[in-house]
């Protein structure tokens, strides 16, 4: 019997979107169960006590392995499934897309993308009334911060962790096209960037997220455009 797969995910984290631009592109089928985790339903904090996504269930038989959270779950898919190789081939560069993948996980969702999603998408969600401008205008700053270290990067490099495609490249790609659906990307400033995302969004893995649409949220009208 083979390897069965199901992730509980939200379409619109930065998180479920890296697995599911890595299950893409090493091509591994997988069930979908979007999941409101917000109102914490009891089909996911059983499987994850924390209640976060993604969750990643894979089935082989009788046997079952429950997976919980972005990174442990890249790190499987990459150790189980090792080609084609996306952490890097050499020390250096393994190095490299790990640090990066903390980067933008930790830092750029710090300083900038947890403010603009939440104000801009949780809020809504959530119900608890308009955006907060401050907190939005801080948002945005950072985000600006962290596009010209990107953009630096990407004059020196063809991808963000060298010369290879990697996580580093799934994991700011997961978080720019959540605040790019919410309209918020400043592309115009940062050709480099913009240019780096085209081509990420151009390949089949990108396909799903471009489809992606939640009740109430209404993305940007260039967001599913190729050629924006």
């Given at each position: ?111 900038a993308g ?104 209404t993305p ?9």
């Open positions: 019997m083979s390897l069965e797969r199901t992730l509980h995910h939200f379409p619109l984290d930065p998180a479920s979107r890296q697995v599911r631009l890595v299950l893409g592109e090493k091509r591994l089928a997988f069930t979908e169960v979007q999941v409101r985790y917000w109102e914490r339903p009891k089909a996911l904090t059983a499987l994850n006590a924390s209640g976060l996504v993604p969750v990643l269930v894979e089935t082989d038989g009788d046997k079952q392995l429950v997976l919980c959270e972005a990174r442990a779950i890249l790190d499987h898919l990459e150790e189980t499934v090792p080609e084609p190789a996306l952490l890097g081939r050499e020390p250096a560069e393994r190095a490299e897309a790990r640090r990066l993948l903390a980067w933008f996980d930790r830092k750029f969702e710090f300083e947890g403010y603009i999603l939440h104000e801009k998408m949780e809020k809504r969600l959530l119900g608890l009334g308009a955006p907060d401008l401050h907190n939005l205008r801080q948002g945005r700053d950072g985000l600006r911060t962290h596009m010209f270290y990107i953009d630096k990067l990407l004059q020196e490099r063809e991808w963000l962790a060298g010369r290879r495609l990697s996580l580093a490249d799934f994991a700011a790609a997961a978080h720019l096209s959540v605040i790019d659906y919410c309209g918020d990307m400043p592309w115009a400033d940062f050709p480099a960037v913009k240019t780096w995302y085209m081509k990420l969004k151009s390949r089949p893995c990108f396909r799903p997220l471009l489809a992606d649409r939640w009740p109430g949220l940007a009208k260039h967001y599913d455009d190729l050629d924006f």
